[in-house]
């Protein structure tokens, strides 16, 4: 196929016209860090609501998913913290927010399955405590196992650093974290990227996921990599007293 | 050197735990203190949940790259060795038996082993993050903390009363006033901080425990 392989590079115009109210949504970001911002920025616009989210955190009221939790388009988030999205707290304490918490080596094997194929996973995580509360215990070599099932989306939205006009992409460094398999898990996954390259420059040991589960590359329009709200608060607060 | 009292005691004590070359992952806040009082010679592994084996030391914001983060979302840097990996991977090392200790902060404790440290119902609900896999998946659980409450309730209970983190797993506690082992039978106290008798312990401790044939000195 080599370069005439099929484009999948899109515009937001064609990545928002994925997404509808009501849907089950998966998001790479990571505390609102290393998060598909722009296309998180284009969803806010449509008005997307009822938004059933997948997400390590609950990220927070300016960054990555929280951003939509803060107005209110999140219906339930499956997640492991939200300590450090205050409103998310309020939503759930308030009963408008619907949330899931799992553990996060058993938040990661659960979507996985949901992209490798399996019907679910034993862990020994949560035996003993109430996250055992209603799943099947299995026990094996004389040791207790909770079964967990697999997570999918129909939209997982993730971000990496480079792409190749084919769709593989490439991460840098902690960049990889739950995008790498969130882009396994749903029946549309859309990746916003720093950087576009031709098919041919990423070699086969840079390049993370492969092209054939990617079906959107949104290439970024603004900044390549700003710097986040949480880390320009903290830098300003340690370095107000030297101004 | 001074001798070491509170919070600092009981990082300094918890240090002591680790062998050169051990992987460990260490809470945010208290645990984290660990890194400023390893023994001479004692290099670590430091593991961050996101996907990092071989965490340094926080970046200077100049430094700070928005690629390279820790389990907090704050600016990471990686040591000579170390490597990064996807957070399935990273649960693997921690699930897998993979990591030999981590130090883990708590709300309660208990002479089972039990440890309860990611809920107060109706009050407080951040999510457990990663330490239900730690305490799952971690051949040495050490638990640092205060030993009472400031309102002077003991934190090392009989049995733990809020939700658990994980069950049975604890191996070791340490507080400021003394460090207890978690043994088959029960807590077994072995070394006292400076100042402390057993009589002391016995009064603000809820949990039963026995006291080891020599006793050590914390620090």
Redesign the interface.
Known sequence: MGKSVRSKVVTMEEVLAKFEDGQTIMFGD?????SAEEIITGILEKGVKDIHAIA??GGMPDQGVGRLINVNRVKSLA??????NPVA?DQ??AGTLD?E?I????F??R??CGGAGLGGCL?????????EKGKQKLTINGKEYLLELPLRADVALIKA?KADTAGNIA???????????MAFAADTVIAEVEELVEVGELGPDEIDVASPVIDMVYVRTGEK????P??KR??EK??GGKK | MAELTGRALIASRCAKFFKDGDFVNLGIGLPLMCVNYLPEGVDLWLE?????VGCGASPS?ED??????DA?????S?IPGGS?????T??AY??GGHVDAAVLGTLQVDQEG?IANWTIP?KL?????????L???VKKIVVATDHCEKSGQSKILKKCTL??????CVTDIVTERCYFQVGPDGLVLRELAPGYTVEDIRACTEADFTVADEIGVMA
């Open positions: 990571w505390h609102g860090e290393l390590v955190s997640t492991t913290h939200i300590g450090l707290r759930m304490f949330v918490f553990p996060q080596g058993t990661a094997e979507i996985r862990t020994p995580t949560g035996v003993g405590t109430d996250v650093w991460f840098r460094l902690t960049g990889r974290a739950t995008n790498s398999y990599k700003p710097v986040c949480m880390w903290a830098r340690a370095e | 961050a949940e996101i996907g990092i914001w700070a790259d928005p690629d390279l983060i907090g979302g704050q600016p990471a990686v990064v990996c996807d957070h399935a990273s649960f921690i699930r039990n109706g609900a951040p999510g457990m993050g990663g330490a239900m896999d305490c799952a998946g939700p658990l983190t994980g069950a049975g």
